[in-house]
T-cell receptor
Framework: DAGITQSPRYKITETGRQVTLMCHQT?????MFWYRQDLGHGLRLIYY???????DKGEVPDGYVVSRSKTENFPLTLESATRSQTSVYFC????????FGSGTQLSVL | TQLLEQSPQFLSIQEGENLTVYCNSS?????LQWYRQEPGEGPVLLVT?????EVKKLKRLTFQFGDARKDSSLHITAAQTGDTGLYLC???????????FGQGTILTVHP
């Protein structure tokens, strides 16, 4: 089915571990985005990508790494997870209209 | 980074009542979007406004963009329980996708 899917839906990890959140879209949208959602902050942009192999930082990029080797995939990696990275992470694709995935709820203990 | 202030943060009303949610900034927006988010799901776009003074209607929802393009409002007429959710405004800069979001308004409509 066409759409944007994120995996896993839930993840519990420990501080210091590396975690990768996956995002896959079937629309062939050029632009893809990673946002995190925290109470009181709304959604904040972590990283975005304008096309395969083109990525750029958003508002809160520290502690995160992204890659985009294929148009349809945009994984987000937490290289050494910290408690402050406990959040709900949303991937989105599109340009004038954004389509969001269902999110990954990440807990860092 | 544009700062968007949404108010109120929480809204609890009875079915049939009217309500308005506000989104304000000291900056001028090139465009403004309203999203609705249900628990466990991502935000879904409701509307995009780009022209100062613009009014758009989506069934019982009316969206207004301020003349100076610094503020916007969402008005719901005769709220229904299905309107319950988190409403987010988001402003675009030079790139639509690089959005700045407001903190959101949690709306609860009681039967």
């Amino acid at each position: 089915d066409a759409g944007i899917t994120q995996s896993p839906r839930y993840k519990i990890t420990e501080t210091g571990r590396q975690v990768t959140l996956m995002c896959h879209q079937t629309w062939s949208h050029s632009y893809m985005f990673w946002y995190r959602q925290d109470l009181g902050h709304g959604l904040r942009l972590i990283y975005y990508s304008a096309a395969a192999d083109i990525t750029d930082k958003g508002e809160v990029p520290d502690g995160y790494v992204v890659s985009r080797s294929k148009t349809e995939n945009f994984p987000l990696t937490l290289e050494s997870a910290t408690r402050s990275q406990t959040s709900v992470y949303f991937c989105a694709s599109g340009y004038e209209k954004l389509f969001f995935g269902s999110g990954t709820q990440l807990s860092v203990l | 980074t544009q700062l968007l202030e949404q108010s109120p943060q929480f809204l609890s009303i009875q079915e049939g009542e009217n309500l308005t949610v506000y989104c304000n900034s000291s900056s001028v927006f090139s465009s403004l979007q309203w999203y609705r988010q249900e628990p466990g799901e991502g935000p879904v776009l409701l509307v995009t406004v780009v022209t100062g003074g613009e009014v758009k209607k989506l069934k019982r929802l009316t969206f207004q963009f301020g003349d100076a393009r610094k503020d916007s409002s969402l008005h719901i007429t005769a709220a229904q329980t299905g309107d319950t959710g988190l409403y987010l405004c988001a402003a675009g800069g030079t790139s639509y996708g690089k959005l700045t979001f407001g903190q959101g308004t949690i709306l609860t409509v009681h039967p």
